[in-house]
C-alpha cells in the first residue's frame, strides 16, 4: 500500500493520444521506443526516489490526510521505536506525548491548506522512551489537490540536551563571584558575565561582540605581556591594575587560559578575574600597621634617649641663669632654655606615640577644658587671632584623660593658629550629640548613643582634599621645614581613639577647617532624654520620598528610618537609575535626597536631568565634602538644601520637613 501511495505521488500523467487509422509501421515503431525509453527513466526516477527516500539520514514519512503513516524510510521507523508493521497506517497522534497534540493538530490543519510548518516535538516511542525531535512539515501535492503531507524529522534530544548544558553552565558562569570573560585571538569578546558586569561597570550587550576593552586602557603595557605569555605558555596568572566604567581603579588578580578547539588549534583565552581591591587596600593598612609598630619602638627608643640628653641640658641651664646677670648671656641662655624645652615636649610626643596614650580615666567636664584653652590661647597667641568660645550650659560629661584631651585641643587650637599667618579667628566650641544608627551606618567608626562633640573651626588657608586622608599618618606636616614634626595629628587621633571617639575633618582650600571630636558621653538620664527628643521629630504624611546613594548599607538605613516616621520611600542606586524611576513617577514624589559623589552619573549630572522632567521638584544634596554645598545651591534652583554627611535622623527629619514645607 505504502508502493501504490509512492507511485502515485511520483507517476507522470501519461497523455493517452489514439493513434492515426493510417500510422505507418515506422511511425508505430517509434512510439514504442519513446514508450520504452519513458518506461526505463520512469523506473530510474522511482528507484532514485526509492534510494533517496530509504537512505535519507533523516527520517522521512509520508501521511495521508488523516494523518495516518502510508510511508516511512528506516531512520524513521527506528525514531519512532514502533516496528514498520505496527507503525503503518497509526495516527501520527500515536508516536507525540499527549501535551504536544494541540500544538501538533494546529500544525497539520495548517499544511492542509498549503503551509509549510518547522516545530520541535516530544515523541512517545513504542518503547517507552521519549526523545524531542524537530519535525519539518510539508504538503503533498498531486494534480493541483493536497492528498497528504511529508514529515522531515530529526532527533534533537542530544541537541537539547547539550544547550540545556550550555544554559546551566553559563548560569553558574553568571552566578560565580569571579569576573569571567571570553576573547577570540583577534581580541573580540565572546562572553561577559554578570559578576564582570559588575566590576567593571559594563554591561554584556555593550562587550560582546566588540574589541575595544576599555578596562585594558589603564595598564595596556602589563595587558600585552600577560596576553603574550598566554600564547606562549597557555596560561597567565598574575594581577593588573584596571579602571572602571565610572572611572575607578581597581586592582584584580587574574588567571588567563588558552583554550584550543577539536583541533589543537589555540582558538580563544578564558579571562577569570578577582577584584581584590579591599584586599590589597587591607594588606597596605597590615603594613602600615607593622611599620608604625617599627616606628613606634624606633621613636621609642630615641625619645628616651634624648630625654637623657636634654634633662642635664634644660638643668643646667638653670643653673647658669642664677650664676649670671649678664643681659646679654642670660639673653642666649633663654634662646637655649626655650629650644631645649621645645625639644623636650617633641620627646613627649614622640613617647605618647611610641608607648600608647592608655592613662587614668575620671569623669572630665569638657566645658573646663575649653577655659584652659581659652586662657592659653589668649596668653600665647599673636593678638591678631581672634578667639570664640562657645560652650553649652548643660554639656554632658565625658570619660578621659584631661591631660590627654586638654593635648589634643591645644594641639589643633595651634595647627588652626599657624593656618592663619595673617590672622584670622579660630571658634572652639562644645555641644550634646545623640549619634543614632542612621549616623552610625555611614560612619565606621560611630557608635550609636549619646556624644559630646569639640569643635576647632578656623579660617585659614584650608587643605586640598586629596591631603586630609594623609594629615593624620605620622611625621607628615605641610609646615615648613623646622615648624613642624608630624606627630601632633596623629598622637591626637590615638589619643581620640583610646577614649572610644572619632575625629571629623572637613577643609577646604582657602576657606579654613575644621575639626570635629566626638567622645562618648557618660549615659546617666541621657537615654530618656535622648527619647523624649525623637518623640518631637517631625514626622511625615505618607510622602513619597526617593533616596538616591551608591551606598546600600545608607539607602537601607535612610529609607528605615523615613519609613519609620511615616514617609514612603523609593531607592536608586545611582544616577541613571535615579533617572529611570523619576520618570515615571514624579508626579507622586514630593522630594529627593541625593548624594553628590555617584559612578555612572554624579549628582550634579543627575539633578540637570531630574529637573528638565520637573523644574518644580524639590532637591536635597548630601555629601562628605562641605564644598558641594555651595556647588549645588549656586547651580541648581531645584536644590533646596544641602545635608552634610553623615547625618542624624534629627538632621534629616527636620532638613526634609522645612524642604517640604517650603
Not at 533523516?58 to 507503525?87: H, I, K, M, Q
Not at 578596562?215 to 595596556?220: D, E, N, S
Amino acid at each position: 500500500m505504502a508502493r501504490a501511495f509512492i507511485h502515485a505521488m511520483h507517476l507522470p500523467a501519461t497523455e493517452n493520444r489514439p493513434l492515426e487509422p493510417n500510422a505507418s509501421q515506422a511511425e508505430l515503431r517509434r512510439l514504442r521506443e519513446q514508450l520504452d525509453v519513458a518506461t526505463r527513466r520512469l523506473a530510474q526516477s522511482e528507484q532514485r526516489y526509492k534510494s533517496l527516500f530509504e537512505h535519507h539520514p533523516d527520517a522521512v514519512y509520508a501521511l495521508d490526510r488523516d494523518g495516518r503513516f502510508l510511508s516511512f524510510n528506516a531512520a524513521g521507523e527506528a525514531l519512532t521505536g514502533f516496528p514498520a508493521d505496527e507503525l503503518l497506517l497509526l495516527p501520527y497522534q500515536r508516536v507525540l506525548a499527549p501535551e504536544e497534540l494541540p500544538r501538533a493538530e494546529e500544525d497539520f490543519q495548517r499544511v492542509s491548506r498549503g503551509a509549510v510548518t518547522c516545530s520541535e516535538y516530544e515523541f512517545a516511542r513504542g518503547d517507552g522512551r521519549r526523545c524531542r525531535v524537530k519535525v519539518t512539515s510539508l504538503p503533498i501535492v498531486i494534480e493541483g489537490e493536497i492528498v497528504g503531507a511529508f514529515w522531515i524529522a530529526n532527533d534533537v534530544t542530544q541537541r537539547q540536551q547539550a544547550e540545556e548544558l550550555i544554559r546551566e553552565q553559563a548560569a553558574l558562569l553568571d552566578n560565580a563571584q569571579e569576573a569571567i570573560y571570553v576573547q577570540e585571538l583577534d581580541g573580540v569578546i565572546k562572553f561577559w558575565n554578570r559578576s564582570a558586569e559588575r566590576t567593571y561597570g559594563y554591561g554584556a550587550p555593550e562587550m560582546i561582540g566588540s574589541s575595544l576593552q576599555p578596562h585594558t586602557a589603564h595598564a595596556l603595557q602589563a595587558h600585552e605581556a600577560a596576553w603574550q605569555q598566554v600564547l606562549e605558555k597557555g596560561e597567565w596568572i598574575g594581577e593588573l591594575v584596571e579602571r572602571t566604567a565610572a572611572g575607578k581603579e581597581i586592582t584584580v588578580e587574574g588567571h588567563w587560559t588558552l583554550v584550543n578547539n577539536a583541533a589543537g588549534e589555540p582558538r580563544s583565552i578564558l579571562c577569570i578575574h578577582t577584584d581584590i581591591t579591599a584586599r590589597k587596600k587591607l594588606e597596605e593598612q597590615f603594613l602600615r600597621a607593622q611599620r608604625m609598630e617599627s616606628i613606634g619602638t624606633l621613636a621609642g627608643g630615641i625619645a628616651h634617649d634624648l630625654n637623657n640628653v636634654l634633662s642635664p641640658i634644660i638643668m643646667a641651664v638653670e643653673l647658669l641663669k642664677m650664676k649670671n646677670d649678664d643681659p646679654v648671656i642670660l639673653d642666649v641662655l633663654n634662646t637655649l632654655e626655650t629650644s631645649a624645652k621645645r625639644g623636650a615636649d617633641m620627646v613627649q610626643q614622640v613617647l605618647s606615640f611610641a608607648r600608647g596614650v592608655h592613662g587614668e580615666r575620671l569623669i572630665v567636664q569638657p566645658k573646663h577644658l575649653l577655659k584652659e584653652i581659652q586662657k592659653i590661647v589668649a596668653d600665647t597667641f599673636p593678638k591678631n587671632i581672634e578667639l570664640k568660645v562657645a560652650v553649652k550650659s548643660d554639656l554632658w560629661n565625658v570619660l578621659g584623660d584631661p591631660t590627654q584631651l586638654h593635648q589634643v585641643l591645644l594641639n589643633l587650637c595651634v595647627n588652626a593658629r599657624d593656618a592663619m599667618p595673617d590672622g584670622g579667628r579660630i571658634t572652639v566650641s562644645a555641644e550634646n550629640v545623640t549619634l543614632d544608627p542612621q549616623f552610625a551606618a555611614m560612619h565606621l567608626e560611630a557608635k550609636a548613643g549619646p556624644h559630646v562633640v569639640l569643635q576647632v573651626q578656623d579660617n585659614g588657608t584650608g587643605m586640598p582634599a586629596g591631603l586630609i586622608a594623609k594629615i593624620f599618618d605620622p611625621f607628615f606636616t605641610t609646615k615648613e621645614l623646622g615648624k613642624g614634626t608630624g606627630l601632633g595629628l596623629s598622637t591626637s587621633l590615638a589619643i581620640v581613639k583610646s577614649h572610644e571617639g572619632f575625629i571629623q575633618v572637613n577643609s577646604e582650600l582657602g576657606r579654613g577647617s575644621t575639626f570635629r571630636i566626638h567622645l562618648p558621653a557618660q549615659v546617666d538620664g541621657i537615654a530618656a532624654e535622648a527619647d523624649a527628643a525623637r518623640s518631637l521629630l517631625p514626622r511625615g504624611s505618607g510622602q513619597l520620598i526617593m533616596v538616591v546613594d551608591d551606598e546600600a548599607s545608607i539607602r537601607t538605613v535612610t529609607q528605615q528610618t523615613l519609613e519609620a516616621f511615616g514617609y514612603r520611600v523609593v531607592l536608586a542606586c545611582d544616577g541613571v537609575d535615579a533617572v529611570s524611576v523619576y520618570a515615571q513617577r514624579h508626579a507622586e514624589i514630593t522630594a529627593v535626597i541625593t548624594d553628590m559623589m555617584m559612578p555612572v552619573m554624579d549628582g550634579p549630572a543627575m539633578i540637570q536631568v531630574l529637573a528638565k522632567i520637573n523644574p518644580l521638584g524639590k532637591i536635597i544634596a548630601a555629601s562628605g565634602l562641605a564644598g558641594q554645598y555651595q556647588i549645588s545651591k549656586g547651580a541648581y534652583p531645584t536644590v533646596k538644601d544641602f545635608l552634610p554627611k553623615p547625618y542624624t535622623t534629627e538632621a534629616l527629619l527636620r532638613t526634609l520637613a522645612a524642604v517640604l514645607a517650603a
